[in-house]
């Protein structure tokens, strides 16, 4: 079991690279650029199509070099409405080697600044989905990683054009099988236009039978024909589900809380142009996202679960996003191994993730975690948000959400408090992590964290001092030694989750279990979803010790559903971390 897609074997000529294993070329010899024009911006009627538009939403089958998004995107930002946002959906089942495709894509000069910024977020080749935001140009890339039949249905968006970009159908029977027409009709919004290079009969009949109506256009080069098609529907009736996406809400966003998952939800919404509040009695970083410092690292687990590889790319997300703001020290971490069964299990660990995850003699290496400071990411992510501490403001708006942590109404939801202390002494070259963790603080001193006690009530400081110091005499007695004066102590309160995973999304309503009692036993799926009334009930908590890893993708998620835009996250990702999970599993066990 691997978490991760192998790249594409290639074999390199003057005309750029080609894939022997389909016996075909990533672009065209006569001017791969100009193609990529010909046949897909001015196949799908771009750049009139997206005027006046808000959100234009461009779906492939096939990245390759990503020359076609580069293409589009270059046409974007020359032609783009004013308050316009692209979103590039595309889908890839062998991401090419960073070093690959920086070497395919010096090809297109024209195209260099552009292709410098997609390098320069290039994701690992894990599978999934990740989302790459361009927000000078207003312009994200959501990448899936992994093979079509499997990913389309990961897919949550209304596309507005199709660039059908696969190996030739002769040598890449998966590309264009006939279970890729009908996810096509169920994504595509009314009126979708679909470009492709190919006319092969398979392709026309498959279109033809999902809803698009499907034309012959003269060929670009030497090819003669290629093809347009147009949706006419009707769409797919998508099935009913406990798992909804947030509805869209125009409008001021409050946010209730000032830590992590609020100052990313912020930091999402203003990207958008949204205006924001935040409402917390104590301010920014005022509860368990104030520590003296903080760790990044992967939530680690060898098993291809979908809340494994979303959080896989939330940790990838918050490393890209903090690096770019200027507030994370990527120095690795070294998980601490202290007996045969764990460097089995994270040797296999390490084997399933690939590049970046090393087994050492003295445990397993992290190249991609590192080290912050929470108070200044909670700020650097809060801008210039207003922000209210007033115990005692009063203010009407229709759209609230609730991040207030271990505060945030939802019965879910339990506490976990903690403590480190901070001591002076030399501190590691790198983070050091067991089941505890020690690293350098931001002024220079020495972090040993973490204890954990179930409630809110973080216990003794003292005591607690003395289990952190003897944890780390155990694990690093060199580093224990030279530390030196009196510890000084922080302490917060985690919000938790049954399962340990994050909760976000809108919280089941009362009538919720009467609606889907039936089918959770086995009955069949309603013929509508449940909805509320009034105002939705949104949060985003229950992050436990991950706040820093995960907010920041949750609350991108969560702004591109408020905003009606393409989700980031594969659809099973998703409700995975959906409030109503609960509910659903405990209609199940007869338990409501």
Avoid at 163 to 180: H, Q, R, Y
């Amino acid at each position: 079991m691997k978490l991760y897609c192998d790249p594409p074997r290639l074999e390199w000529r003057e005309t750029g690279p080609v894939a022997p294993d389909f016996d075909d070329i990533y672009f065209s010899a006569e001017g791969g650029l100009d193609e990529t024009r010909a046949v897909f911006l001015v196949g799908c009627g771009l750049p009139e199509r997206w005027q006046g538009r808000r959100n234009f939403v461009i779906g492939e089958l096939g990245f390759g070099t990503g020359l076609n998004f580069l293409a589009a995107w270059q046409l974007w930002k020359e032609t783009r409405p004013e308050d316009g946002w692209l979103h590039f959906i595309s889908i890839e089942k062998f991401p090419l080697r960073p070093v690959d495709l920086r070497k395919a894509l010096s090809a297109f000069p024209e195209l260099a600044a552009l292709s410098d910024q997609l390098m320069a977020q290039w994701p690992q080749a894990l599978k999934g989905a990740h989302r790459l935001r361009f927000d000078e140009d207003r312009v994200t890339l959501t990448l899936f990683q992994d093979d079509i039949t499997d990913a389309l249905p990961q897919i949550e968006a209304r596309v507005d054009a199709w660039f059908l970009d696969g190996f030739a159908p002769a040598n890449n029977d998966a590309m264009w099988s006939e279970a890729v027409w009908p996810e096509l009709a169920r994504l595509s919004a009314p009126d979708a236009r679909v470009s492709t290079f190919t006319v092969a009969g398979a392709v026309r009949r498959g279109l033809a039978a999902a809803g698009f109506a499907v034309e012959k256009k003269p060929g670009f080069g030497r090819k003669r024909e290629r093809l347009e098609a147009v949706f006419h529907g009707p769409s797919p009736r998508p099935p009913a589900t406990p798992y909804q996406r947030i509805r869209p809400a125009d409008g001021i966003a409050v946010i209730r809380g000032g830590g992590i998952a609020g100052a990313s939800l912020a930091h999402a919404l203003r990207r958008r142009g949204r205006e924001v509040l935040i409402l917390d009695p104590r301010g920014l970083a005022g509860g368990a996202s104030g520590a003296p410092s903080g760790l990044l690292t992967p939530r680690l687990e060898n098993a291809d679960r979908p809340h494994v590889r979303a959080t896989l790319a939330a940790f990838e997300y918050a490393r890209r996003l903090y690096a770019d703001l200027g507030v994370f020290e990527a120095e690795g971490a070294l998980r601490l191994l202290v007996n045969a069964k764990e460097e089995a299990r994270y040797a296999a660990i390490a084997t399933a993730m690939g590049e970046g995850y090393e087994i050492r003699e003295d445990g397993l290496w992290m190249e991609r975690a590192g080290r912050f400071d929470p108070a200044a990411v909670v700020r650097a992510l809060a801008g210039d948000v207003r922000v209210i501490t007033k115990t005692e403001s009063v203010m009407e708006a229709s759209l609230v959400v609730d991040c207030r942590g271990a505060e945030t109404a939802f019965h879910e939801l339990g506490k976990s408090a903690g403590r480190v202390m901070v001591m002076d002494g030399l501190p590691p070259n790198h983070p050091l992590v067991w089941g505890g963790y020690t690293s350098a603080t931001p002024d220079g001193r020495v972090l040993v964290g973490a204890t954990h006690e179930k409630g809110g009530k973080a216990g003794d400081p003292d005591l607690a001092a003395k289990r952190l110091r003897s944890d780390l005499e155990r694990r690093a007695p060199e580093l224990s030694r030279q530390l030196a004066g009196t510890p000084e102590h922080w302490s917060g309160v985690r919000a938790t989750t049954p399962d340990r995973l994050p909760a976000t999304g809108e919280t089941p309503g009362w009538e919720f279990g009467s609606h889907w009692q039936g089918w959770a036993v086995g009955g069949n799926l309603p013929e509508a979803d449940y909805e509320t009334s009034g105002p939705q009930h949104i949060i985003l908590s229950g992050f436990g010790s991950r706040g820093f890893a995960h907010a920041p993708l949750l609350a991108e998620a969560l702004a591109s559903d408020l905003c009606g835009e393409p989700s980031p996250l594969e659809r099973l990702g998703r409700e995975a971390f959906h409030p109503a999970r609960f509910a659903i599993r405990q209609l199940k066990r007869g338990q409501i």
